[in-house]
Structure formats: structure tokens, C-alpha cells
């Protein structure tokens, strides 16, 4: 055999097929995963649907129970339909992980195969092209040989390449996949913190039994002696998301301005911007407790992005406030990412700049202060005007208001919005649902301060 026939004879291109991580057995339980996920979210917005039925018809036992049983059912749903979701992000990560380790062993296949190439073509590097060619008695095959073997060098450094691409493309799925299980790690903190109203709950459905013993004549009894007059209501305490605490009755006056100003419910602003029982767990728990150039450790940096504590100091700057002094929101530290929110509104420097316009025409207040009341909630109020307005939210709307109605939907998804920005459909439940129920409830207590409740 010729040496250059030898060489090419040694060297195969090598052909790349994923690892067997995608077992039949794999593949299978991520079916059954995506199969039940659907059905749970199927059966949230039947539970929903339910509760806005009944929060119509009249105060009764049986309708207090039924409600009372519809959301302790969605919850539960709701908490296992997170575990679910976390355990299908962590197959599909597991699955990436092998693929890279995979082509990384390629990789280093096909860099072995080129450096042995090159140290056989280096052997043959003592002898003249005059003097290889002597050896075969067809010149031609030479020849073709000689250009085989440079398409041979050219079709290992592609197969190189190619491994490489491959790799960085799972890398970043990998990546990706990785940021959706963070979030589902999130929304499953907030669904911890309905868990503990969903026991609250139970408790409350076997109390009423236990003391009603059934009997409606007794239930309203028990329920007229729990109704709130208007000066109750005024005078329980009201807590900001940023932190902080007013009246009822005095964070109602302030929302209703901007009701007002951009037709956005009172009720609907106020429940937003309220933390409740969510002050030790995952979403108040972090929120105004920072400063923006404080260090954090996971990963290295500050609690503000860089990128937005240019913005940041110009706001602090112009209202003549301390940067350093200021609170902010602090980094999730679970998920690595920043902090760096402002006030009761928790707008990031960026996004508040682009409202404060729009908030010194209501308020007056030049420049507007995120840690001020007024400006933060028509903060809020301007920032949900748009996401009502938005088509995307009246898209979703309008396809599913045969299940619910529309304007709980809006609002659901307006208030996910705030949460999570782009991102809201993942949040439409467990945030956005919470927000609307909070916000139905705070709306039956404003229609008692303006003497509009149902006798």
C-alpha cells in the first residue's frame, strides 16, 4: 500500500451522534411530565372559573364552602404542577449536560486525530513530492491521492469546528434551561407562600363547620358579626411592596388619584402594590432591604446591574438624596440575579425614566421621587394602564374569556406583567391570580368606605 493511501486509510471522519441520553425510558416520563402540566393548568382554570361564579352569587354556607374548596384544590394543583415543571427542567438539563460532555470528548477525538495526521504527513515530509511520486507506478494516483489527503486535513479541521458549534449550541440551551428551572424554582417560593393561606383555609372550612354545624341561619349570623364597618377598614394597616406602611384608608386616597388620572382601579393599583403575607417569604422578603453598590456573593458584583447605577445616580442626584443611603431591592440569591428596585413601585432606574414624565404630570412633582407615595403609585397605575392596554393582554383576553372573565383576565395578566415582564404567561397563576383576588377583596372594602356595599 502507498504511505499516502495508508494515511488516509488510518484517518475516518468522524461522525457525531448525540449521547444516548434521550432514553425511551427518558423521553417517556418527559411525555407524561408535559401531559399532566397541561392538564393541571387545564384544570387551575376550571378552579378559577368556579371561584368567580360563586364570588357572584349570594353570601351562603354552601357557596363560602364551595369557594373555599375550589382554591385549596387549585393550590394544590398549582404546587405540584411547579414540582412537575422542575423536574422536567431538570431531565432536559441532565440531557445537555451528557451532549456537551459528548462532544467535548469528540472534540478531543478529531484534535488527536489532526495531530497524529500532521505528524504522519511530517514523516513524509523527507521525501520530495519528485520522489513520493517515484514510488507510484501511476502518476495519476498520486496525484489524487495528494488531493484527497488535503481534503482529508480540510474535513477534519470542519468536523473540529462543527463539534465546537455544537457544543457552544447546547451550551446555551443548556443555559436557557437552566434560567426557565430558576424561574419555576421562583414561582414555586410564591406558591409556598399561598400554601400558607391554602392552610389558613382549611382551617377556616373546618372552623365554619365546626361552629355553623351546618345551619345557614347561623353562618350569617357569624357572618354579619365579622363585617367591617368603614372606620375598621380606614384605620387596618396597609403595607407597601418597597416597605413602609400607611392606612387603608390613606393609601386608598392616594390611589385614588391615580385612578383618576389613568383609569386603572383603585383596588386593582393598591393590590399590587401590596406585599401582605408575603413579607417573610419570597417576594417581600427582598425588597428594600439593599443598597445599590452594596457587594454580593453570588456571583461577585453589586446588588444594582451595572447598567442601570448610571440612571440610578442621576435620579438620586436630582432629588438631591444620598445614593449610598437609599434602599433598593435585594438579588434573589437562590437564582444569582440583581436587585436594585426602588420603593413602593420597585421600578429599576431604566424603567422609572421612562415613566417620570408621564408621573410629573399628575403629580406635580419635579422631578418625581420613587420613595415618595404619589409618584410610586401612579407609578404603578401607568405602568398597568399600559399592559391593559397592551394587545397582547387583550389577545389572551379575548381567547379565554369563554373560561373566565375578561377583565380578570386582563387584570391576571397585567399584573404578571408587572412581575415578570415578557415573561408574564409563566406567572399568570401564580402571581397574577393572587394580585386579582387581593384586588376583589380590597375593592369590596372600598365599596364600604363609599357606602356602596351590598345590604
Not at 440612571?311 to 445614593?323: Q, R, W
Not at 409618584?375 to 397592551?390: G, I, M, R
Amino acid at each position: 500500500m502507498r504511505i499516502l493511501t495508508l494515511i488516509l486509510v488510518v484517518f475516518a471522519i468522524p461522525i457525531f451522534t448525540f449521547a444516548q441520553s434521550d432514553s425511551s425510558e427518558v423521553n417517556a416520563r418527559k411525555a407524561e411530565l408535559e401531559t399532566q402540566l397541561k392538564e393541571y393548568e387545564r384544570q387551575i382554570e376550571e378552579f378559577q372559573g368556579l371561584v368567580q361564579g360563586k364570588q357572584k352569587e349570594r353570601t351562603s354556607l354552601e357557596r363560602d364552602i364551595a369557594l373555599l374548596n375550589a382554591k385549596i384544590s387549585s393550590a394544590k394543583i398549582a404546587i405540584r404542577s411547579r414540582d412537575l415543571e422542575i423536574e422536567k427542567l431538570s431531565i432536559e438539563i441532565n440531557q445537555r449536560s451528557q451532549n456537551i460532555t459528548h462532544l467535548k470528548g469528540e472534540s478531543a477525538q478529531v484534535l488527536a486525530s489532526i495531530s497524529d495526521f500532521l505528524r504522519r504527513i511530517n514523516e513524509t515530509d523527507n521525501l520530495s513530492a519528485f520522489e513520493l511520486a517515484l514510488l507510484y507506478e501511476d502518476v495519476a494516483e498520486f496525484f489524487n491521492e495528494l488531493e484527497s489527503l488535503g481534503k482529508l486535513q480540510d474535513s477534519l479541521y470542519e468536523s473540529l469546528l462543527r463539534f465546537q458549534d455544537l457544543k457552544e449550541t447546547e451550551e446555551t440551551a443548556r443555559e436557557d434551561l437552566r434560567v426557565k428551572k430558576d424561574e419555576a424554582v421562583e414561582l414555586r417560593a410564591i406558591q409556598q407562600l399561598q400554601k400558607r393561606q391554602l392552610d389558613a383555609n382549611e382551617k377556616e372550612k373546618q372552623n365554619i363547620l365546626k361552629i355553623t354545624k351546618g345551619e345557614e341561619a347561623r353562618y350569617q349570623s357569624i357572618v354579619q358579626e365579622k363585617q367591617k364597618n368603614a372606620a375598621e377598614i380606614r384605620t387596618q394597616i396597609f403595607k407597601l411592596f418597597g416597605g413602609g406602611q400607611l392606612s387603608f384608608g390613606e393609601a386608598y386616597d392616594i390611589a385614588k388619584i391615580a385612578e383618576r388620572a389613568t383609569g386603572v382601579r383603585a383596588a386593582f393599583i393598591l393590590a399590587v402594590l401590596t406585599q401582605e403575607s408575603a413579607i417573610d417569604g419570597a417576594i417581600g422578603a427582598n425588597v428594600g432591604k439593599c443598597f445599590y453598590n452594596t457587594p454580593r456573593s453570588n456571583p461577585s458584583g453589586t446588588v444594582m446591574k451595572n447598567d442601570q447605577k448610571k440612571d440610578f445616580l442621576a435620579i438620586t442626584g436630582a432629588l438631591g438624596l444620598n445614593p449610598d443611603t437609599m434602599p433598593v431591592s435585594c438579588p434573589i440569591t437562590a437564582h444569582g440575579s440583581y436587585g436594585g428596585a426602588m420603593g413602593p413601585a420597585q421600578f429599576m432606574p431604566k424603567t422609572w425614566l421612562l415613566y417620570e414624565d408621564d408621573i410629573k404630570q399628575i403629580t406635580n412633582n419635579n422631578p418625581p421621587n420613587p420613595w415618595n407615595n404619589s409618584d410610586a403609585f401612579v407609578a404603578t397605575a401607568l405602568y398597568l394602564k399600559n399592559s391593559l392596554d397592551s394587545q397582547g393582554c387583550k389577545n389572551y383576553a379575548n381567547q379565554n374569556q369563554k373560561i373566565l372573565p375578561y377583565q380578570f383576565l386582563l387584570e391576571r395578566c397585567a399584573a404578571a406583567q408587572y412581575y415578570a415582564g415578557g415573561n408574564w404567561f409563566k406567572f399568570r397563576f401564580a402571581y397574577g391570580d393572587p394580585v386579582v383576588d387581593r384586588a376583589d377583596q380590597f375593592q369590596r372594602d372600598i365599596n364600604v368606605l363609599s357606602g356602596l356595599a351590598r345590604r
